[in-house]
């Protein structure tokens, strides 16, 4: 799960990184797509991750785009 001060989601970041809650990260080559009717974070493959030099101060919970269902629009 990742997230900031808007809201949280869920990620599928396959590249191995050593990563620990809490660490404020920043994707790119990141997409949001719908997985089985819910919205997920994806690396692509040529897609990386890096610390941020800015930390996010505040993770809002109350907004939880994963948890809603979605119907992609082709």
């Known amino acids: ?17 050593d990563l620990n809650e809490g660490d404020s990260i920043v994707l790119f080559g990141a997409k949001a797509e719908v997985v089985k009717e819910h ?12 610390l941020s ?6 993770v809002s919970e109350e907004f939880n785009l994963s948890s809603k269902a979605w119907v992609p629009i082709e």
Do not use: Y
């Open 1 to 17: 799960m990742i997230g900031d001060s808007t809201g949280v989601s869920n990620a599928f970041l396959p590249k191995k990184i």
């Open 39 to 50: 919205i997920e974070i994806q690396l692509a493959d040529r897609g990386r991750i890096e």
């Open 53 to 58: 030099r800015k930390p996010v101060e505040k």
